[in-house]
């Protein structure tokens, strides 16, 4: 999960679906500043599912490689 090659593929994924998901789901909290500790919970785990969909995605189809 943690491979040069894993995160060199995963990480921009995450940045940008991250990104997008938080602007969408928490952007009018954030930008009104009336984001609260759970707001910001909620942010990391935007970033987090990505990185996790995409990264058991590269290793799926790296396994499927190998056989």
């Known amino acids: 999960m943690f491979s040069r090659a894993s995160l060199a593929r995963c990480v921009p994924i995450a940045l940008l679906v991250g990104t997008l998901l938080s602007l969408v789901n928490q952007g009018s909290l954030i930008f009104a500043g009336t984001a609260t500790?759970?707001?910001?919970v909620r942010v990391?785990?935007?970033f987090l599912v990505p990185f996790c969909v995409s990264?058991?995605?590269f290793y799926s189809?790296?396994?499927a490689m190998r056989h």
């Open 44 to 46: 990391v785990v935007n």
């Open 55 to 57: 990264s058991a995605g």
């Open 37 to 40: 500790a759970v707001t910001w």
């Open 61 to 63: 189809c790296r396994r």
